[in-house]
């Protein structure tokens, strides 16, 4: 584990001069309280952590530091879903190993990859599967609009019908243009360093926070020790992905 809550709470006091007796006293607890705290035998609740980190100007470290020592991950429980993380990023990196990520899927290509994985349901419940994925990025563009950066293998486009792919290719090209879209294409015979979806979320609290998408849900790999192997994973990723205009390039000639 990195600096504890205690730690950084007591650096923060120092650098602002503030002692127990006057930090006991503008929160309202007893000077042994803040002791306590500052020796990491007791912590106080989420929200009066989050007043003292923004009274301390810490950035949000302290918030982070408490998340870790009280549930071992850095994502906090009511952030543990897509929609949560999406709402809280500046900066979203998907990897994907076989597909265009499912973000930036259209309606088209949702559709096949239901189809194809054989989603158990008729007709209208893959519509209705349709629907509901093909409107998280647009929601995401109108409210947080954070820059989205995807890795992909090539086969993602070149693995699925001519229509299917003129669509996609269209429907990614026209969010390029946005200008909060960046897609690198991995070439063919390159290693996706990962089995399954990983998401990368750069917070716009400061943070970060890593999920992958497994068989039973979504999984957490934001604990210390698992965070920044996949944040190395993304990088390992990003630098054997092709650049963002040669990317562009190759998936404009898979329809012309």
């Known amino acids: 584990m990195g600096r504890t809550f205690g730690r950084i709470l007591t ?28 020796h990491d035998r007791n912590l106080p609740d989420r929200a009066l952590v989050e007043q003292i980190d923004t009274a301390l100007d810490i950035g949000g470290h302290l918030v982070r530091a408490w998340q870790v020592q009280t549930t071992g991950s850095l994502i906090a429980d009511w952030r543990k879903s897509e929609p949560e993380l ?5 900066v979203i990196e998907m990897l994907s190993p076989n597909y265009v990520p499912g973000l930036l899927q259209c ?51 070149l693995g699925v019908p001519v229509p299917v792919r003129v669509a996609q290719v269209n429907h990614l090209v026209k969010a390029i243009d946005c200008g909060r879209l960046i897609v690198h294409l ?9 089995v399954a979806p990983l998401t990368v979320y750069h917070l716009t609290d400061g943070g970060t926070a890593a999920i992958g998408d497994g068989v039973s849900g979504m999984l957490d790999y934001s604990t210390p020790g698992k965070l920044p192997f996949m944040v190395e994973r993304m990088k390992r990723a990003l630098g054997w992905a092709l650049p963002p205009d040669q990317s562009r390039t190759l998936m404009e000639g898979m329809i012309h």
């Open 11 to 38: 650096e923060a006091m120092a650098t602002a001069g503030i002692s127990n007796k006057e930090l006991a006293s503008r929160f309202h607890v007893d000077r042994s309280t803040v002791s306590r705290w500052r």
């Open 86 to 90: 999406d709402r809280a990023a500046r």
């Open 186 to 194: 991995l070439p063919e015979n390159t290693m996706a360093t990962t």
């Open 107 to 157: 309606p088209v290509y949702i559709e096949h990859v239901l189809r194809e994985c054989v989603y158990p349901g008729g007709d209208d419940d893959i519509r209705r599967e349709v629907g509901r994925k093909s409107r998280r990025y647009p929601t995401l563009r109108a409210t947080s609009d954070p820059l989205v950066v995807a890795v992909f293998p090539v086969v993602g486009l």
